[in-house]
């Protein structure tokens, strides 16, 4: 049998336009998809998404939000 490679991909999206993409490797689908709820309730993350392996493809499927706010940065004072 096989050994699968299932990882999670997570979109960041930072309050000053910065954005990143980061790949984790799992041990197992049930591991990802607990580990990417966790990160999904992350404010800062854009998207989540759990993928396997197959015949060496590694295809992803992002949908897209709805509406979700990025959190703006407080700032104390004003520097203008």
């Known amino acids: 049998m096989d050994s699968s490679i299932v990882v999670m991909i997570v979109t ?7 954005s990143s993409i980061s790949v984790k490797p799992m041990q197992s689908v049930e591991t990802c998809r607990m580990e990417a709820n966790i990160e ?10 759990c993928s396997e392996l197959a015949d060496g493809k590694l295809e992803l499927t992002f949908k897209r939000p709805q509406e979700r706010k990025i959190p703006q940065a ?5 520097t203008g």
């Not at 999904?40 to 998404?49: K, R």
């Open 12 to 18: 960041l999206a930072m309050p000053n336009g910065e």
């Open 40 to 49: 999904a309730s992350d404010p800062y993350v854009a998207a989540v998404e």
């Open 74 to 78: 407080v700032v104390e004072r004003s």
